[in-house]
């Protein structure tokens, strides 16, 4: 089973919609969540890291976290256009320190 | 500039032919890590190396060695590539393992295995 698991989409929002991004984890020791923006043929970025419950906004970016139903979620309000990416939602492990499990991405895109 | 630098970008072997991919960061940072990236499958960690000396297995370590002599370095070896292993690679660093910070990725290697 894999630990960190994503609707892989593609997920089609118009431009200045909410895009609602979710990912589940099965490890309830963990701690830390991030969430990573990909564009293609590029190398992931960092958005947001999320380790307490409830919601964490920075900009046009939300992620928030509910440990007791293990699920982290990412909205992007005002979405644009160059907001179409894979968006990877990744956990460090509670017990194996520097252990990142990624899960396999939602393809996102905005169209105008 | 702060940058986590991989060689070679891309590569096209064969099986059974040892080769390195070389992973260099010049931030000080303590934690290195390696991924590949198949699709469908998304980032699947390697390895990874909490501090010079220091190194564990991430979730898909068959075939792949590393070793981490310097803060800097943290190569990843092939010692026989099997077509198996023809994927997108990438190689990681953060300031430390405890990731409070981001994650900085390289560019990327592709290598295909014939």
């Known amino acids: 089973q894999k630990e960190v698991e994503q609707n892989s989409g593609p997920l089609s929002v118009p431009e200045g919609a909410i895009a609602s991004l979710n990912c589940t984890y099965s490890?309830?020791?963990?701690?830390?969540f991030f969430w990573y923006r990909q564009y293609s043929g590029k190398s992931p970025e960092l958005i947001m890291f999320i380790y307490s419950n409830g919601d964490k906004e920075d900009g046009r970016f939300t992620a928030q976290l509910n440990k007791a139903s293990q699920y982290v979620s990412l909205l992007i309000r005002d979405s644009q256009p160059s907001d179409s990416a894979t968006y990877l939602c990744a956990e460090l492990s509670g017990t194996s320190y520097g252990k990142l499990t990624f899960g396999q991405g939602t393809i996102l895109t905005v169209h105008p | 500039e702060a940058q986590v630098t991989q060689n070679p970008r891309y590569l096209i072997t064969v099986t059974g032919k040892k080769l390195t991919v070389t992973c260099s960061q010049n931030?000080?940072?303590?934690?290195m890590s390696w991924y590949r990236q198949d699709p469908g499958l998304g980032l699947r960690q390697i390895y990874y190396s909490m501090n010079v000396e220091v190194t564990d297995k991430g979730d898909v370590p068959e075939g792949y060695k590393v070793s981490r002599k310097e803060k800097r370095n943290f190569p990843l070896i092939l010692e026989s590539p099997s077509p198996n292993q023809t994927s997108l690679y990438f190689c990681a660093s953060s300031l430390t393992g405890f990731l409070t910070g981001e994650l900085f990725f390289g560019e990327g290697s592709r290598l295909t295995v014939l």
């Open positions: 490890d309830r020791g963990s701690q830390s």
């Open positions: 931030m000080n940072h303590e934690y």
